[in-house]
């Protein structure tokens, strides 16, 4: 399960990612629990916050992609990360002297984004370079551990320090900067000889054109993409409706909020943990029941009435996100080639986080206007009916069964081979020999 943590470079990395990552939860509940404050519980104004934070994906993800292919990933990260804690310090500095406006956090949540959407496709990128082909896949799953074990206790510690501060903020954005201090130190520390660096890119016209058109060459890479547009744009939104559940439906505190996205990150790191032991590429197959039920759970969450079925909803609703999601990202990046790996990540980024400008805001009008229960079950319905059409779509000529049983339990989609098709210059050449052979009769056309 951990084998990955052998390698010294990943093993150190991986240790100062722990530290940095809760820091990074600890703001985004800041942040959210902030906007609640200045907006007046304002589900649209939630919405836009998380837009403005991942709506630069769209624009700058697939050029981080070529920088993460053309120059040292290390330094690259280095900057990067210096850079969101400037930003994450400067945000503190404004609470903590209550000059802070809703624009202000609006405007840094959008500088933080454009930062993250150049550091997520060379950090994801950066990994193999560290382990290596053989570890890769492990080395994945590891890092979405140790993103979730962050977010079990980032929210938990941030619920805590807010709530101690009488609702102040500051606090939690102060942690945050000084987190990234960690990862700089860590990868400075590194030991240069023992990475495994792909060759560079050199630089050239036409790199972002050559990405896409490797993309879309490799039917199995373009559908993985389309789940993770899906997925990411109307079910990965639990910033929003986990909030505004506390807040609207049930009516709690900053400590409440921060104990429900610890469930969530409880499931998490279980199915983050289940899926280090695979070794192996995923299949299509298993992509598409993760992706249907992840969208089950996050329907049947919406049901609950209570915040304790809730609660305990949230377990396995993120256990299935987890599982779906470190299936597809090493589906794409275990079927790639190393010099394409940058460009092709940052584009899988681009499609799992570029959706959320639109569907953050789409389902916090939802949560605003019908409730906060109908942004969990309309998302997590749009889930189901993509893994559906998915499955549909692989499906095309080929036999197709699900098993399933209570004891052990198990689901299982069953796949046969795709039915050959039958060859037409081969069928009007054997027409021809029949009419020849028997006139007069009719033609296997007729």
């Known amino acids: ?8 470079n990943f093993r150190i990395y991986a240790s100062a990612n722990l530290v940095s990552l809760t820091g990074t939860w600890m703001q985004r509940i800041g942040q959210d629990w902030l906007v609640l404050q200045l907006s007046g519980n304002s589900g649209v104004a939630l919405g836009l ?22 120059y040292a990933k290390r330094r690259l990260l280095i900057i990067t990360q210096a850079l969101m804690g400037v930003l994450a310090l400067l945000l503190g500095i404004l609470v903590a002297t209550e000059g ?36 890769l896949g492990n080395a994945v799953s590891l890092n979405s551990t140790i993103f979730n074990g962050a977010r079990l206790v980032g929210p938990s510690l941030a619920g805590l320090l807010i709530g101690a501060a009488s609702g102040d903020t500051a606090p939690a954005f102060f942690v945050n900067a000084a987190s990234f201090a960690f990862t700089i130190g860590a990868l400075a520390g590194m030991r240069a000889d023992e990475l495994r660096p792909s060759p560079p890119v050199a630089r050239a016209g036409g790199q972002l054109r050559a990405g ?14 389309v ?44 199915g983050a943990l ?11 197959r298993f992509l598409v029941i993760s992706a249907v039920v992840f969208g089950l759970c996050t329907v049947v969450a919406g049901l609950m009435p209570s915040y304790a079925s809730f609660a305990v909803l949230l377990v396995p609703t993120g256990a299935a996100a987890l599982v779906f999601s470190v299936a597809n990202n090493s589906f794409v990046q ?23 400008p639109v569907g953050a805001p789409l389902i916090g009008w939802i949560s605003e206007h019908l409730g906060a229960p109908w942004g969990l079950m309309l998302g997590g319905g749009v889930c189901v009916v993509a893994g559906l059409g998915a499955a549909a779509f ?45 006139p007069g009769q009719q033609s296997l056309n007729g």
Do not use: K
């Open 1 to 8: 399960m951990f084998r990955a943590l052998r390698v010294r």
């Open 49 to 70: 916050i998380t837009a403005l934070q991942f709506g630069p994906t769209l624009l700058l993800s697939m050029y981080g992609g070529v920088l993460a292919d053309r």
């Open 100 to 135: 802070v406006a809703l624009w202000h956090v609006f405007v840094l949540a959008a500088g933080l984004g454009a930062v993250s959407a150049i550091d997520a496709p060379v950090r994801q990128a950066f990994v193999s370079e560290m382990v290596g082909p053989e570890l």
């Open 212 to 225: 896409l058109a490797y993309t879309w060459a490799h039917p199995d890479l373009v559908l993985a993409m």
């Open 227 to 270: 789940l993770a547009f899906v997925i990411g744009t109307f079910g990965f939104n639990y910033q929003v409706t986990i909030a505004l559940m506390a807040r609207q439906r049930f009516d709690l505190g900053a400590e409440a909020f921060g104990l429900l996205s610890t469930c969530f990150a409880i499931g998490s790191l279980s």
């Open 274 to 284: 289940l899926s280090t032991r695979r070794s192996v590429r995923p299949r299509q």
């Open 334 to 356: 275990l079927g790639v080639d190393p010099q394409m790996r940058g460009r092709v990540m940052a584009l899988y980024f681009m499609c799992f986080m570029g959706g959320t």
């Open 394 to 438: 692989l499906a095309r000529g080929r036999r197709v069964r699900l098993e399933a049983r209570l004891t052990p339990p198990l689901l299982q989609l069953r796949v046969g081979p795709r039915v050959a098709a039958v060859d037409s210059a081969r069928l009007r050449a054997a027409e021809e020999v029949v009419a020849e052979r028997a």
